[in-house]
């Protein structure tokens, strides 16, 4: 969130030279060395180091992180690609537009996703969203 805050206040997001030259590289470069570091790290300490484990965490990182504390850099990585469009569109919204932008969000992947965890087997399917019409 804080994040989020600083990039959406600063006037350099609306460049895309400078976030795809600048602001990318500065959270991609280094995910990428640590997503390589560690596992082979946690490999060398388990005493289970093989080229084939470390190659086969390696060669799904743009699916899913090599180690589960990188959770969050997909999301963050997403959010710095999105956020001239972001900033783009908030700077320009009305307060009504964002509250409903805001909404539509809070229900479609907070609320129904909430509802249909907690919901028995036999009605599950009532609030489930297809992914094509899903908000993520």
């Not at 484990?53 to 850099?73: G, Q």
């Not at 963050?76 to 009504?96: C, R």
């Not at 909404?103 to 087997?121: F, I, Q, R």
Request: hydrophobic fraction near 50%.
């Amino acid at each position: 969130m804080i994040s989020g805050t600083l990039i959406l206040n600063s006037p350099k997001t609306l460049s895309l030279k400078y976030t795809w030259q600048r602001r990318i590289p500065r959270v991609v470069i280094p995910f990428i060395i640590w997503s390589i570091i560690l596992p082979t790290v946690i490999s060398l300490t388990s005493n289970l180091l093989s080229t084939n484990d470390v190659w086969e965490r390696l060669k799904f990182i743009l699916n899913k992180p090599t180690i589960p504390v990188f959770w969050f850099m997909y999301p963050l990585i997403g959010i710095y690609i999105l956020a001239p469009i972001i900033k783009t569109f908030v700077d320009n919204a009305s307060l009504k537009m964002l509250f409903y932008v805001t909404s539509v969000w809070l229900v479609t992947c907070s609320l129904l996703p909430s509802l249909n965890v907690m919901m028995g087997k036999d009605m599950k399917h009532v609030f489930q969203l297809s992914p094509v019409s899903n908000f993520y």
